[in-house]
């Protein structure tokens, strides 16, 4: 929502052209040449051609020479984020999930050692576990804080995956709307 996408005049215009726009939604698919673009669209190849080079003036498509003689349009990081906001969003969400991720992972490990630790020297002290009053510990001289963390991370890390998944169906089903109609 706070996330601002920088539109000058010049992109306004470009983007003021339903044939140019069309082509933007082709070039989403892949790269492709002006002659696939313009059987695509029924469209002449010059007119495609003007159109394209409007895009890649604005710096929406970039122009990729292959091997051979043909000239291949694809959208630049620009372009892709105009057309596709919320991909930004997913990213950051799962990387921070993964982050909660490994987090959790390490504030259990710091628990299993702590409690293996614990464990052994109840072991040398040959005091049987079942003597110790409960407390708030599951085993005596042990801070439950490594496990309380590794639980918080853990949830997290499934309501950051969760909420990202839902982001990624809800725009997939609206992209598929949009296309039917």
Not at 97 to 124: D, H, P, V
Request: charged share 20%; with cysteine; aromatic share 8%.
């Amino acid at each position: 929502m706070g996330e601002k996408i920088l539109l000058d005049s010049e992109i306004f215009k470009a983007l003021a052209s339903q044939t140019r726009l069309e082509i933007l939604k082709e070039l989403d698919e892949r790269k492709k040449t002006v002659t696939e673009l313009s059987r695509i669209m029924d469209l002449n190849k010059a007119t495609i051609y003007e159109h394209l080079n409007i895009l890649h003036m604005v710096g929406l498509v970039s122009k990729i020479d292959s091997s051979n003689k043909w000239v291949y349009y694809k959208l630049t990081w620009r372009g892709t984020d105009l057309l596709h906001p919320e991909k930004k969003r997913i990213a950051i969400i799962l990387s921070l999930a993964l982050s909660f991720l490994i987090t959790g992972i390490i504030s259990s490990l710091a628990y299993m050692r702590q409690a293996a630790q614990s464990y052994t020297n109840l072991e040398s002290l040959k005091t049987p576990l079942d003597s110790y009053p409960l407390s708030s510990s599951i085993l005596p001289g042990i801070n439950n804080q490594y496990l309380v963390i590794g639980i918080f991370m853990f949830s997290l890390f499934c309501l950051l995956s969760l909420s990202s998944l839902w982001l990624w169906k809800t725009r997939k089903s609206l992209i598929l709307q949009s296309l039917n109609r």
